[in-house]
């Protein structure tokens, strides 16, 4: 048995602080003692009143804030090397610039070195599970895991479907699609702590052909998870319908071909009407919240308040949306989420985002979403450790901002509002330092 414990202040979630009091939801220890055996946390407390056993070392980080890993419930890995392209909407985004970077994972070795650095930039930015879109090649999601697996990362990722209106170098058939996705399952699925993700694209690059063969798949692997896009852009919205004449809305298509539930995933869900919010609601399906992503293509303004409506609520999760979104960073996801809110709140739509709902999304509102809530997401005996550090003295401005913030709400709202990666002073995974800012290695696989 391996034992450490990890020292500091903490915070985690104990509920959805959408649904109930923020202050109820978050709890605060001044200075935590995390007791951590075998990859497990085994207890978290004050530090005064804990108890260390004998010979295990405790690493103390005085001037910093513990949190569970952060969790990013959409991302591609394949679109590192065209995040922040100029000029596009969705659809003409896709055929500029997303599609020709893609194709270049039909090259294993290439997809080894974009994974090897994904996973690098991930566990800088302090996240420590993502639910991943590979490529259509199944050789991607091979490159994927096996770098997740080197760093024992609990990762959720999956082989694109699409067998239309995509270069004819990335489209696979209902049948390959199928029976690829069915090997991947098989070679991944509960392997350490890769998890296989069912991945059609989104409905316009899919027929109805392969979205059943996708629900087959998941009703043969049901404990496998599924994502795609969901009415993200007006245009594509407008194409769907003309695509799924006979579907009542976008996340019909979906709900049709069996792809609705529990460990369904969908990114976006921008412009949903009220019959797709129950039916999200109904079936347990789950949304992704990318506002960097929404922004940066002009896509439009999430409703969070309205996805959390308490008499249906919608699993939420934050996603960085890479290389539609942004940045990698959570903490600047939660800056621009803060900022979609306050627009929609100007419009009369929902309210401002509290600090305490913006860092729930980032860890257990995303570990809900993925049905994880017993597994990660929390700080909490029995969870798995993933644990980010934040250095509350990363930057003059950072520290003399948080010196003007007395209370944990403001200090989150400010390092939510001025952090990035360079406060992600370490990263532990499965209860192993991953990641180290200021060693001169800094990445350790486990
Ligand atoms: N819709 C279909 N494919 C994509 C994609 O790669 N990124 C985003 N943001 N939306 C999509
Ligand atoms: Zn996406």
């Known amino acids: 048995m391996t034992a450490r414990a990890i020292r500091g202040a903490a915070i985690t979630f104990v509920a959805d602080p959408f649904l ?5 939801a978050l709890v605060h220890i001044d200075d935590a ?30 001037d910093a804030l513990l949190a569970s890993g952060f969790i990013d419930t959409h991302v591609h890995y394949s679109q590192l090397e065209m995040v922040g392209a100029f000029g596009a909407r969705l659809l003409e985004w896709l055929e500029r610039y997303t599609f020709p970077a893609e194709l270049r994972f039909a090259d294993k070795a290439h997809a080894d070195r974009v994974a ?11 996240t420590t ?7 259509v090649h199944p050789q991607s999601v091979d490159a994927f895991f096996e770098e997740s697996e080197r760093f024992n990362t609990r990762m959720i990722a999956g082989k694109v479907l699409m067998d239309r209106n995509a270069p004819a170098g990335l489209t696979d058939t209902p049948e390959r699609g199928y029976a690829e996705s069915k090997a991947l399952i098989e070679r991944w699925h509960g392997r350490g702590r890769q998890l296989y993700c069912i991945t059609p694209r989104f409905a316009p690059t899919s027929t109805p052909a392969q979205l059943e063969a996708a629900g087959r798949l998941w009703r043969e692997h049901p404990t496998a998870y599924v994502q795609t896009h969901l009415s993200e852009d007006a245009a594509e919205v407008a194409w769907v319908r003309e695509l799924f004449p006979e579907a009542d809305n976008y996340l019909d298509v979906y709900h049709r071909a069996g792809l609705t539930g529990r460990r369904a995933i969908f990114a976006h869900g921008i412009h949903l009407d009220e019959d797709e919010f129950c039916l999200c609601h109904r079936t347990g399906s789950a949304l992704s919240h990318c506002p960097t ?8 303004l999430f409703r969070a308040f309205e996805a959390k409506r308490a008499d249906r609520p919608v699993f939420t999760g934050l996603g960085t949306d890479v290389g539609g979104g942004t940045s990698l960073s959570q903490l600047q996801t939660l800056n621009e989420a803060y900022k979609v809110a306050a627009l929609n709140a100007t419009a009369g739509r929902g309210e401002k985002l509290r600090p305490a709902q913006a860092f729930y999304l980032a860890t257990r509102g995303g570990a809900e979403a993925l049905a994880l809530e017993d ?27 948080l010196q003007a913030a007395p209370t944990i709400e403001d200090k989150l709202f400010a390092l939510m509002t001025l952090a990035d990666e360079r406060t992600v002073r370490a990263t532990y995974v499965a209860g192993e330092k991953a990641y180290d800012r200021d060693a001169a290695e800094p990445f350790r696989h486990a």
């Open 293 to 300: 992503s929404n922004l940066f293509l002009g896509s439009g």
């Open 20 to 24: 109930v009091d923020p202050a109820e």
């Open 33 to 62: 003692l995390i007791l951590i055996e075998d990859g497990r946390i085994v207890s978290v407390g004050a530090f005064a009143a804990a108890e260390v056993p004998a010979g295990v070392p405790v690493e103390h980080y005085p």
């Open 129 to 135: 599970t993502a639910c991943v879109h590979c490529t």
């Open 116 to 126: 090897a650095l994904f996973l690098r930039e991930l566990l800088r930015n302090g």
């Open 375 to 401: 597994t990660i997401g929390s700080l909490a005996p029995g969870c798995e450790a993933d644990i980010v550090v934040l250095d509350l003295k990363a930057s003059p401005l950072v520290a003399f901002r």
